[in-house]
Nanobody, 116 residues
Framework: QVQLVESGGDLVQPGGSLRLSCAAS????????MSWYRQAPGKEREFVAT???????VYADSVKGRFAVSKDNAKNTVYLQMNSLKPEDTAVYYC??????????WGQGTQVTVSS
């Protein structure tokens, strides 16, 4: 079955960096677009970034220039490199598989807290 497991969340100071990982299994990873979303307390889940199966990227305006999504097909893993972190980046971060342009499977999430 499809499984997505995120890791790498932590407490970090403003201006710091983190790299999140999402290990995938149970499907042909190289053939799918993969995305990251996040959900802050009291807010709706929001789109962060997508990497398409052919290597294209899309970012939310709020993270453009600070975050970078990448995909290692040999390791069945998608990454989210987050730099210049701000307190408003605090959220639970989720990866998902996309099918026909929409998320169909989600991981359990990893907590990122940006605070001094």
């Amino acid at each position: 079955q499809v499984q997505l497991v995120e890791s790498g969340g932590d407490l970090v100071q403003p201006g710091g960096s983190l790299r999140l990982s999402c290990a995938a299994s149970g499907f042909s990873f190289r053939s799918y677009d993969m995305s990251w979303y996040r959900q802050a307390p009291g807010k709706e889940r929001e789109f962060v970034a997508t990497m398409t199966w052919i290597g294209g990227t899309v970012y939310a305006d709020s993270v453009k220039g600070r975050f970078a999504v990448s995909k290692d097909n040999a390791k069945n893993t998608v990454y989210l490199q987050m730099n210049s972190l701000k307190p408003e980046d605090t959220a639970v971060y989720y990866c998902n598989r996309r099918y026909r342009g929409r998320p169909d499977y989600w991981g359990q999430g990893t907590q990122v807290t940006v605070s001094s």
